[in-house]
């Protein structure tokens, strides 16, 4: 829900839908299985990253090859 409804977050700021965010969250994580993974439990999906980045070479890979979701 922080993702819907959080201060900051798309949901809030872009004015989307739970179910918006997470068909694109979705497919972020089957376009990039090395980097991201979706985790469910009980009552909780969680996007994870596989490992940590430095931010600048995401930033540079998107740039590189920009995919619009």
Known sequence: REIV???????RL??????EI???VTELAVRQP???QIVES???RQLNRLHKSDGL?????AY???RFI
Request: proline share 7%; glycine share 6%.
């Open 57 to 61: 070479s995401d930033l540079k890979a």
């Open 34 to 36: 090395k980097v991201f």
């Open 5 to 11: 409804m959080g201060e900051h977050s798309p949901g």
């Open 14 to 19: 872009l004015k989307m839908q739970e179910s």
């Open 64 to 66: 590189r090859a920009p």
């Open 22 to 24: 997470l068909q694109r």
């Open 42 to 44: 009980t009552n909780l």
